[in-house]
């Protein structure tokens, strides 16, 4: 039960480069997230969706794009690369958006930008 | 917005010990959840527990135990007899509505760093 998987695990970018991070979940969930962690903030939503073929920007959705094009998979891009970019992020799915819906995380991505 | 707080950035205990690890939260909602989730070395969020906001029992898990106080808007996480194992970062987080369903706001989260 593989539950949420992120691909690549770790990944050094050039400035201006550019990257999709890719995201399965295998629990036939609606909702799916992507975060980023960064040292003393805790995680902050970029993108989400609520279901296959739509998406809705968070907290922080500048730099970056989102598609979901499959009910199992939500692809997180960066078209060009840049140092504040530097994190881990973190995919997530649930299988509802009600307030008491715990979410279920993936491993995550190191992401550095040079 | 709503606010998670997480005052202790990194606490150190000698393995036995209980150690309590502090949540405050500020939210305009009157219905609303909070969340404990634990990030051990391997780097996963683990989901540990969900508490909604008209239960103010304490809860227990093992020698995990929450205590869910609404008049001081804190909800605080101890484990007894500490462990090795328990060594990891802990979030503190708070369901928030969105344009479409509700998200996670978290705390900066607490290093918890259990020593043999």
């Known amino acids: 039960n593989a539950g949420v998987t992120q691909t690549p695990k770790f990944r050094v970018l050039k400035t201006g480069q550019s990257m999709t991070l890719l995201c399965a979940q295998d629990?036939?969930?609606?909702?799916m997230y992507w975060y980023r962690q960064d040292p003393g903030m805790g995680l902050r939503l970029i993108h989400y969706s609520v279901g296959e073929g739509t998406t809705a920007k968070g907290e922080v959705p500048d730099g970056y794009n989102v598609s979901r094009l499959k009910k199992q998979n939500f692809l997180l891009g960066l078209e060009s690369a840049a140092p504040s970019q530097t994190s881990v992020y973190f995919c997530?799915?649930?299988?509802?958006?009600?307030?008491?819906?715990?979410?279920?995380f993936g491993q995550g991505t190191r992401l550095t930008v040079v | 917005a709503q606010k998670v707080t997480q005052a202790q950035t990194e606490i150190s205990v000698v393995e036995k010990e209980d150690v309590t690890l502090d949540c405050v939260y500020e939210?305009?909602?009157?219905?609303?959840?909070l969340f404990w989730y634990k990030q051990p070395p391997s780097g996963e969020l683990v989901f540990l527990i969900r508490r909604n906001s008209f239960d103010e029992q304490n809860e227990i898990s093992g020698r995990y135990s929450w205590n869910f106080q609404k008049s001081t808007s804190s909800f605080n996480f101890t484990i007894t007899a500490s462990q090795v194992v328990d060594s990891a970062v802990y979030f503190c987080?708070?369901?928030?509505?969105?344009?479409?369903?509700?998200?996670?706001?978290f705390g900066a989260g607490t290093i918890l760093r259990v020593k043999s």
């Open positions: 939210t305009r909602d009157t219905t609303y959840y």
């Open positions: 629990m036939n969930h609606e909702y």
């Open positions: 987080a708070l369901s928030e509505p969105m344009e479409y369903g509700n998200k996670l706001v």
């Open positions: 997530a799915s649930s299988y509802s958006g009600r307030k008491n819906t715990e979410a279920f």
